[in-house]
């Protein structure tokens, strides 16, 4: 087991998932990874996004206690965690959407290092930060073209092909008006949002939440494909899709990350998996 | 029949003067969440700026084209002390909605003062053109011209802004800030121009109803947008929180309402029958007439 459990650090660490992380960019100068997927992008390792010490207060109630967590670029980082233990709000925290203190730094493709927080959020979304929500959010009194539209970034090169190619359906009923369409056909579109414009990192946030098991699959195959092209941090309930599209995990617990690590690994472990987030997977990864 | 006629036209004027000022009115809240209590006084500087332009602008006047400038002068500067106030006061008190509404009702009393301060709180008679003096006959009715003026100009801006809203990328963004905001700036747009354009636009609106009211009514006096802004509110609630052509139907239902149970039941009556049709709406309807934007 790769991974490191925060109640195992030494005292005075700073950050165990930072010394973890640290371990693996000396492992990865030598040799990858093998158990890992093998990632296409350039740069692939380098730290994308790094949280330190960040901490969300609302209405009173401390959300985040003090979040570290690194992604790096490459593939798919899984988000995980019971409900309410802050995964949601450790997304909203990286693009501004919630009030936070601490560290969020973003490292671009250029190499140069900017620091996220105290900005706002369409400024940080234009270094090239996707963001599908929990619950879709798609304006439904637009029709799905004017959906897209309104995503086109004008920093970005807009993909309409691509995104018809992967979503046909949406061709079919761009001028609907996305509030008329499914559940799945919405969060389709949310996706489509994302992968309009070229962007560095996806933060997409339960895309599979009330799904069908058939748009499941298909969700989980367009999240697959985008992961070739683009770092995604996932938050995910359904550890099927986690287990087939994550290089590695970070598990949130009382707005603290309490472990970092591999996740195939992770979701190998059945007793860790149970400890960690209160299901068994007997190794196939199920939630 | 005549007298229908003429209750209906001038219903239909005044209902001009209330959509002018409730589109703005609730493109702004839509948009932005902000009940704007100072929109009566973009309407007031709308109005004492055509009347300022008619007599002091070089090239304005008090009758053809030079009254035409004198009313884009007043309707600029509402737009300008419209921008103004977003940029300067409103735009740091986003998501403070109390305070918002503090400093709003304290500008439509602030500005009020000014200009009762500066040319006093006696009514002024208003420039108006010859022609919206003379009467058109209408199915047997004179009516004065100066209501199709009101009537026309509100349908140029109603047609105007559902073409803006529906064709333009300013638009786009309007209407989906209105649906939710907070997912429009995790795009990556920055909302904030949106508001300082929806702002501005209300501001103008706002003018030109003022400077339509001043023809209308024949003189202008401080207190003027006040008193259109609450009707104002009235036809926002019941149109719909954020439609415009919730706001265009139900500017048209209270003026006609104000206008013929002012002349069949008795002067006065035409207002409390607007608030027992806010009543029936709310109950019947409580989103209004529509609680989308069109």
Request: glycine residues 24%; proline residues 0%.
């Given at each position: 087991m790769s991974g490191t459990p925060r109640g195992s650090e030494p005292e005075g660490a700073v950050s165990g998932q930072g010394r973890e992380h640290r371990s693996e960019e000396r492992a990865r100068s030598g040799a990858p990874r093998g158990s890992e997927p093998e990632r296409a992008v350039h740069g692939a390792g380098a730290p994308l996004l790094r949280m330190s010490d960040v901490h969300v207060r609302l209405s009173g109630s401390h959300i985040l206690q003090g979040v570290d967590l690194t992604v790096r670029r490459g593939g798919v980082t899984a988000l995980l965690g019971r409900n309410g233990a802050g995964k949601t709000t450790t997304v909203k925290a990286v693009l501004g959407l919630v009030p936070s203190t601490g560290v969020v730094e973003f490292t671009g493709e250029d190499g140069r290092t900017q620091r996220l927080s105290g900005r706002r959020t369409h400024e940080i979304v234009r270094r090239g930060i996707g963001y599908a929500p929990e619950d879709r959010?798609?304006?439904?009194?637009?029709?799905v073209e004017e959906n897209l539209a309104l995503a086109e970034r004008p920093d970005s090169a807009h993909h309409h092909d691509r995104v018809y190619e992967l979503f046909p359906e949406l061709k079919k009923r761009s001028r609907q008006l996305a509030g008329t369409l499914s559940g799945g056909q919405q969060q389709m579109v949310a996706i489509a949002r994302l992968l309009l414009n070229d962007n560095q990192l996806l933060l997409i946030d339960e895309p599979t939440k009330g799904l069908a098991p058939l748009l499941v699959a298909e969700v989980a195959d367009v999240l697959a494909r985008a992961a070739e092209e683009v770092t995604i941090l996932l938050v995910e309930q359904n550890l099927s899709v986690v287990h087939r599209m994550a290089v590695e995990a970070a598990v949130v617990e009382q707005g603290r990350v309490v472990w970092t690590g591999s996740a195939p690994e992770l979701l190998a472990d059945a007793d860790r998996t149970r400890e960690l987030l209160g299901v068994a997977t007997s190794g196939s990864a199920h939630a | 029949m005549n007298t229908v006629v003429l209750l209906a036209v001038t219903g239909l004027g005044l209902a001009a003067l209330y959509f002018l000022v409730a589109s703005g009115l609730s493109l702004i809240f839509g948009l932005m969440g902000v009940l704007n209590f100072a929109h009566g006084a973009f309407l007031t500087v709308g109005a004492y700026g055509t009347w300022w332009a008619a007599e002091n602008l070089p090239g304005a006047g008090a009758s053809g084209w030079g009254f035409v400038l004198a009313v884009v002068f007043g309707v600029a500067v509402g737009t300008l002390v419209a921008a103004l106030i977003e940029l300067l006061l409103i735009r740091p008190l986003y998501e403070r909605h109390i305070e918002q509404v503090l400093v709003t009702v304290g500008l439509s009393l602030a500005m009020v003062a000014l200009v009762r301060a500066v040319w006093g709180a006696d009514p002024r008679p208003f420039p108006r053109p010859d022609w919206t003096r003379r009467t058109t006959s209408l199915l047997g009715a004179n009516v004065p011209n100066d209501r199709f003026l009101l009537i026309g100009s509100a349908v140029v801006v109603l047609v105007a802004v559902l073409a803006f809203l529906r064709f333009t990328r300013f638009g786009l963004i309007i209407r989906a800030g209105v649906e939710n905001r907070t997912m429009v700036t995790a795009?990556?747009?920055?909302?904030r121009k949106a508001f300082t354009l929806v702002f501005a636009l209300g501001g103008a609106f706002a003018a030109l109803a003022g400077a339509l009211g001043g023809i209308y009514l024949g003189s202008i006096s401080p207190g003027q947008g006040t008193s259109l802004l609450i009707f104002a509110f009235i036809v926002v609630v019941i149109g719909g929180m954020s439609s415009i052509t919730g706001a265009a139907v139900a500017a048209v239902l209270v003026g006609l309402v104000q206008q013929f149970a002012n002349y069949y039941a008795a002067s006065g009556v035409g207002d409390l029958s607007v608030v027992l049709l806010l009543a029936v709406v709310l109950l019947a309807r409580p989103g209004g007439l529509t609680a989308r934007l069109a």
């Open positions: 959010e798609v304006f439904g009194g637009l029709t | 795009l990556g747009i920055d909302v």
